[in-house]
């Protein structure tokens, strides 16, 4: 079956710009989270949809938000760009809660977003 | 707060040796621990994982030890091979299956 899709790949932005991501999780699979990967800062966990709604977020400011549609594809919005969000963004996607335990998730191959 | 740490941003091992790589975590609420490897461009691929009740699970050539009263859990790649070198993350999850928590990770590098 395939995997989890994140479209685009490698994103250039201008400081100030806003910018959206998108994830298709595989199918079946309701659980959408996104992810931040930094050299200094490793992962950090951005938010969690499920079925639509926002279950989790993490410690990230208001200019980074998402959404989850009805298929279970989601995006994320980061308005107001900044330098320091350079990075690859990863989503996420899981079947359910035991599924996300046993296996944890199943991760898309992320975008890249450079900010300059 | 880091909830879960890996004190060694690198390694290297010889090709055919034993490679491991350690984790520590601060969070007593943890139920589950995973493993996951990273390769350049790529996302995160799991590899093994352990629930808190264990310490012990074995999958191949990869087994993770978990030390609950030293909050401390081990991944043993044996042999190590040059294909296993790559970006190693330790994660941790509760029984809720809340956010997984990843610590830094550590580069492993597997020399022919």
């Known amino acids: 079956k395939a995997g989890v899709t994140q479209t685009p790949r490698y994103l250039i932005k201008t400081r100030g710009q806003q910018v959206t991501l998108s994830c298709s999780p595989i199918s079946g699979h309701r659980s959408v989270s996104w992810y931040q990967q930094t050299p200094g800062q490793g992962l950090q966990f951005l938010f969690e949809y499920f079925s639509e709604t926002q279950r989790n977020k993490g410690n990230f400011p208001g200019r980074f938000s998402g959404r989850q549609f009805s298929n279970s594809r989601s995006e994320m919005n980061v308005s107001t760009l900044e330098l320091g969000d350079s990075a690859l963004y990863l989503c996420?996607?899981?079947?359910?809660?035991?599924?996300?335990?046993?296996?944890?998730?199943?991760f898309g191959s992320g975008t890249r977003l450079t900010v300059v | 707060d880091q909830q879960v740490k890996q004190n060694s941003p690198s390694l290297s091992v010889q090709e055919g040796r034993i490679s491991i790589l350690n984790c520590d975590y601060t969070n007593s609420m943890f139920d589950y621990f995973l493993w996951y490897k990273k390769y350049p461009a790529e996302g995160p691929t799991f590899l093994i994982s352990i629930s808190s009740i264990k310490d012990k699970n074995e999958d191949g050539r990869f087994t993770v030890f978990l030390n609950k009263s030293a909050k401390h859990l081990s991944l043993h790649i044996v042999p190590s091979q040059p294909g296993d070198s790559a970006v190693y993350f330790c994660a941790a999850i509760n029984n809720a299956g809340n956010m997984l928590t990843f610590g830094g990770g550590t580069r492993l590098m597997v020399k022919p």
């Open positions: 996420a996607s899981s079947l359910d809660v035991q599924d996300r335990t046993a296996h944890g998730y199943t």
